[in-house]
């Protein structure tokens, strides 16, 4: 069972920029792909970006298109994404999740995704 632990968030001005990490303690992590959801207060968990085992491939939803970008380091069994250019509906509790099918990549569902991370608040003020 893969753990994650999730670091990073925290309070930004609109326009400014935040970096999470997700990292996990085994190796297995580095053949799945990783997906970033987020959810807001009563709102369902929504898809943000995925990045494929290799990294070499990411996803992302197009409210964050070309202002987040996915990343891994497979050395340190982790990922990150980069978030820019951050507005106030960014603001939510992002979590990392693995795809539960062994070197797949491109699915959106939350249902497709296990091993969520404790989550990360993110506060985008105007």
């Known amino acids: 069972q893969v753990q994650l632990v999730q670091s990073g968030g925290g309070l930004v001005q609109a326009g400014g920029s935040l970096r999470l990490s997700c990292a996990s303690s085994?190796?297995?992590?580095?053949?799945?792909?990783l997906g970033w959801f987020r959810q807001a207060p009563g709102k369902e968990r929504e898809f943000v970006a995925s990045i494929d085992w290799s990294g070499r491939n990411s996803d992302y939803a197009d409210s964050v298109k070309g202002r987040f970008t996915a990343s891994r380091d497979n050395a340190k069994n982790t990922v990150y994404l980069q978030m820019n250019s951050l507005k106030p509906e960014d603001t939510a509790v992002y979590f990392c999740?693995?795809?539960?099918?062994?070197?797949?990549?491109?699915?959106?569902?939350?249902?497709?995704?296990?091993?969520w991370g404790p989550g990360t608040q993110v506060t985008v003020s105007s």
């Open positions: 085994t190796r297995t992590f580095n053949y799945y792909t």
């Open positions: 999740g693995v795809d539960l099918k062994y070197m797949e990549y491109g699915a959106k569902s939350r249902f497709r995704y296990g091993s």
